[in-house]
T-cell receptor, first 114, second 116 residues
Framework: EPEVTQTPSHQVTQMGQEVILRCVPISNHLYFYWYRQILGQKVEFLVSFYNNEISEKSEIFDDQFSVERPDGSNFTLKIRSTKLEDSAMYFC????????????FGQGTRLTVV | AQKITQTQPGMFVQEKEAVTLDCTYDTSDPSYGLFWYKQPSSGEMIFLIYQGSYDQQNATEGRYSLNFQKARKSANLVISASQLGDSAMYFCAMREGGTGRRALTFGSGTRLQVQP
């Protein structure tokens, strides 16, 4: 069964460093998303991507964040200068076209900023 | 106002019994979708069930059913014949709009523990 793949599963980085979280969405999906979940809290939307551009973003997704789909298969989230409060589980999700379809989530990348 | 409200931080259920996890939502959009996801301790998000705002019948998927009461804006998840493997966090989520493009808004979750 096709699945969304995220790498790495766990990343530890020093405050102020740049990190890139990688995702390979399901191949025939059209919509791509990043969410984050701070430990013990709800899942929060960051950004959605469709047709090679940002479709929607939340207030969390500020200038420190960027997304890219560089080669038609990978979908990356970059955090330019990490802060302690960026420590969270980051989920990539993808979705087929059409309204009545669910988003499929990757297994997540746990980011720890020290 | 919260778009998705899950009022039960934790629930216990005996194995083989049914359990209902509550979810209420708030939207002025006539077209929306409601979803339930399961998050086991391993952390991944597993899709369980979907209900569209225009669906006349309650959704069912195996042991999962969604009790959709549109006038009350509630979308409760019913798990029948609970199993030990059902122990997990359960999140209710909503997608507003009819294009299917919008992101999901999640509730705060309910931690379900199934006891033998």
């Amino acid at each position: 069964e096709p699945e969304v793949t995220q790498t790495p599963s766990h990343q530890v980085t020093q405050m102020g460093q740049e990190v890139i979280l990688r995702c390979v969405p399901i191949s025939n999906h059209l919509y791509f998303y990043w969410y984050r979940q701070i430990l013990g809290q709800k899942v929060e939307f960051l950004v959605s991507f469709y047709n090679n551009e940002i479709s929607e973003k939340s207030e969390i997704f500020d200038d420190q964040f960027s997304v890219e789909r560089p080669d038609g298969s990978n979908f990356t989230l970059k955090i330019r200068s990490t802060k302690l409060e960026d420590s969270a589980m980051y989920f990539c999700a993808s979705k087929k076209g059409g309204e009545n379809t669910e988003a499929f989530f990757g297994q997540g990348t746990r980011l720890t900023v020290v | 106002a919260q778009k998705i409200t899950q009022t039960q931080p934790g629930m216990f259920v005996q194995e083989k019994e049914a359990v209902t996890l509550d979810c209420t939502y708030d939207t002025s959009d006539p077209s929306y979708g409601l979803f339930w996801y399961k998050q086991p301790s391993s952390g991944e998000m597993i899709f369980l069930i979907y209900q569209g705002s225009y669906d006349q019948q309650n959704a069912t998927e195996g042991r999962y059913s969604l009790n959709f009461q549109k006038a009350r804006k509630s979308a409760n998840l019913v798990i029948s014949a609970s199993q030990l493997g059902d122990s997990a966090m359960y999140f209710c989520a909503m997608r507003e709009g009819g294009t299917g493009r919008r992101a999901l808004t999640f509730g705060s979750g309910t931690r379900l523990q199934v006891q033998p």
